[in-house]
């Protein structure tokens, strides 16, 4: 398995791991209550150019591809994400 391998038979597939190969990669496990939903709200939708004000896609991001961030959207994803990154 590899990061993004769900997205592998995609036509933005490399383009997005151009992306997410060209700079530093900071990797963070976020724990609460309905944690994928709330991150997902503070990280904005997927295209910068339409994520809502005070989002960090919005602020930082430029476009759908170069979106400044990434969040597992789902519980089952963020396990997978998270043992990609972390070992016990």
Sequence with gaps: MFF???HKEKPFFDELVEFMTS???HVMILEKE?????W????GATDSQKAEIGTIRNK???D???????GSDSNE???KEINFFFND
């Design 4 to 6: 993004y391998d769900i």
């Design 23 to 25: 700079y530093e990669c």
């Design 34 to 38: 309905n944690a994928v939903e709330e």
């Design 40 to 43: 997902r709200k503070l990280m």
């Design 60 to 62: 930082y991001g430029t």
């Design 64 to 70: 759908v591809s170069m979106n400044a961030t990434h």
């Design 77 to 79: 994803n963020a396990i």
